[in-house]
């Protein structure tokens, strides 16, 4: 099995910055695409960006110049780093990852418990 940890998120100010970081940890033998969605109340979860292991990066429109996605694969790390927030912004974060165990000869796709980011006017 795999889990995925996120930590950041919290309160901020409209315009203000935040910062999410997100660990896979487990028997992992290799982590394939990472990335992160948000869900805000009565919305549908939606993708927010993705990184591959190489390769070009994926924003939705809303975040695209706001917010930056990295990672670091010796780590299996994954990072979102949010500047000019709106409180549109505001909702639950999720870590997601597609990885293979030792144990497993295929990829599985991985949720962290979600953080909460909020984002006042």
């Known amino acids: 099995q795999v889990q995925l940890v ?19 940890s487990g028997n992992i033998f290799r982590v394939n695409a990472m990335g992160w969605y ?5 919305k549908q979860r939606e993708l927010v960006a993705t ?13 695209k110049g706001r917010f930056t996605i990295s990672r670091d694969n010796a780590k299996n790390t994954v990072s979102l780093q ?9 909702a639950v974060y999720y870590c997601n990852a597609d990885a293979r165990t030792y144990a497993s000869s ?11 980011v909020t984002v006042s006017s």
């Not at 996120?6 to 896979?24: D, K, P, R, T, W």
């Not at 948000?38 to 009565?42: H, N, S, T």
């Not at 990184?51 to 975040?63: C, K, L």
């Not at 949010?82 to 505001?90: I, V």
């Open 106 to 116: 295929w990829y599985s796709n991985y949720w962290g418990q979600g953080t909460q």
């Open 82 to 90: 949010m500047n000019s927030l709106k409180p549109e912004d505001t």
């Open 38 to 42: 948000r869900q805000a109340p009565g």
């Open 51 to 63: 990184i591959p292991t190489g390769g070009s990066t994926n924003y939705a429109d809303s975040v």
């Open 6 to 24: 996120e930590s950041g998120g919290g309160l901020v100010q409209a315009g203000g910055s935040l910062g999410l970081s997100c660990a896979a």
